[in-house]
């Protein structure tokens, strides 16, 4: 689990703060994902980069923006979030750009909460 | 579309038995197949694959699955249950996009309990 590594663990924010969500990969992947987790909710996919390159928004809300400076670092900026948001966010890399069968490998997530 | 159902919500276990968390899928075309686990706290670990060769794959932590085409199934067993089992598992398929980069698609999750 430390090839994927994510900060803050948990986050309580107010719906008019502003604040970021790290993930770094020390595994020497390229493409790089974000991912909500919600309670009896399955897995939603949010966003994928591949070389730094966003290659999928899935409809998601523009008060999620995320950044991905390089292949190693992903952020989830937040911004004027509902409470219907919180929610664990999970990162994840994988290895190849195209469809190679490989595995995902994932962080411990950030348990976010919107009050 | 491809997608993966997991009937079951939970499933209930005594320690040293057999467990089975079922998994069902609809692609097209050959399917690729992937079980994950989340343990309390924890993100999701990969545990094994299904991409072609035998139908019986081997994974982590003793666990196995079993690839059934005419049933169009991917269950996930262990032959003796171990109480640090008892996590959140995910069976997940994958839509290759032309080059994109992988995307899955997970079941809603079966939330595996072992009792002593």
């Known amino acids: 689990e430390t090839g994927v590594t994510q900060t803050p663990r948990h986050l309580v924010m107010g719906m008019t703060n502003k604040k970021s969500l790290k993930c770094e990969q020390h595994?020497?992947?390229?493409?790089m994902y974000w991912y909500k987790q919600s309670a009896k909710k399955p897995l939603e996919l949010m966003f994928v980069?591949?070389?730094?390159?966003?290659?999928e928004n899935n409809s998601v809300p523009s008060r999620f923006s995320p950044e991905c400076p390089n292949s190693s670092h992903l952020f989830l900026h937040l911004h004027t979030l509902q409470p219907e948001d919180s929610a664990l966010y999970l990162c994840?890399?994988?290895?190849?750009?195209?469809?190679?069968?490989?595995?995902?490998?994932f962080g411990p997530g950030t348990r976010l909460t919107v009050t | 579309a491809q997608s993966v159902a997991q009937p079951e919500d939970q499933v209930n276990v005594a320690e040293g038995n057999p467990l089975t968390v079922k998994c069902t899928y609809s692609?097209?075309?050959?399917?690729?197949l992937f079980w994950y686990v989340q343990y309390p706290n924890r993100g999701l670990q990969f545990l094994l694959k299904?991409?072609?060769?035998?139908?019986l794959v081997k994974g982590s932590y003793g666990f196995e699955a079993e690839f059934n085409k005419s049933q169009t199934s991917f269950h996930l067993k262990k032959p003796s249950a171990l109480v640090s089992d008892s996590a959140l598992y995910f069976c997940?398929?994958?839509?290759?996009?032309?080059?994109?980069?992988?995307?899955?698609?997970f079941g809603t999750g079966t939330l595996l309990a072992v009792q002593p």
């Open positions: 994840a890399s994988s290895q190849d750009s195209g469809w190679d069968g490989g595995e995902q490998y």
């Open positions: 595994l020497g992947h390229n493409a």
């Open positions: 299904y991409i072609t060769g035998d139908n």
């Open positions: 997940a398929v994958p839509t290759p996009g032309g080059g994109a980069t992988n995307k899955l698609i």
């Open positions: 692609v097209s075309g050959n399917p690729y």
């Open positions: 980069y591949n070389f730094k390159e966003q290659t």
